[in-house]
């Protein structure tokens, strides 16, 4: 079993910045992605970053592209999403999540999700 927990959400105003991680335990050699998801209120939940866990190749949602990076830290079991240039529209929950598939952007091919941390963009 994949233990994943989020933290690092808050209230932040319009054009600041966060940075959310998301530490990972248990087994983790059969998960080849880790991924950042983000739930509003009244909406599905929505694709928002991947990263392969080895090689490190990542995908982006068009509407968050340039303004959130994901990255990873191996030797730390961790993942980060460093948000900057944040909007009122950024306002959700996020998830982390791991999957056993090559950084797919659907929620269906994730296996592991977190708890989530919520972020706040205020205007």
């Keep these: 079993q994949v233990q994943l927990v989020e933290s690092g959400g808050g209230l932040v105003q319009a054009g600041g910045s966060l940075r959310l991680s998301c530490a990972a335990s248990g087994r983790m050699s059969s998960v080849y992605a880790m991924a950042w998801f983000r739930q509003a209120p009244g909406k599905e939940r929505q694709f928002v970053a991947a990263i392969n866990w080895n090689g490190g190749s990542t995908k982006y949602a ?62």
């Design 62 to 123: 068009d509407s968050v592209a340039g303004r959130l990076t994901i990255s990873r830290d191996n030797a730390k079991n961790t993942v980060y999403l460093q948000m900057s240039s944040l909007k009122p529209e950024d306002t959700a929950v996020y998830y982390c999540a791991g999957s056993h598939y090559s950084v797919p952007r659907g929620e269906t091919l994730y296996s592991y999700w977190g708890q989530g941390t919520q972020v706040t963009v205020s205007s």
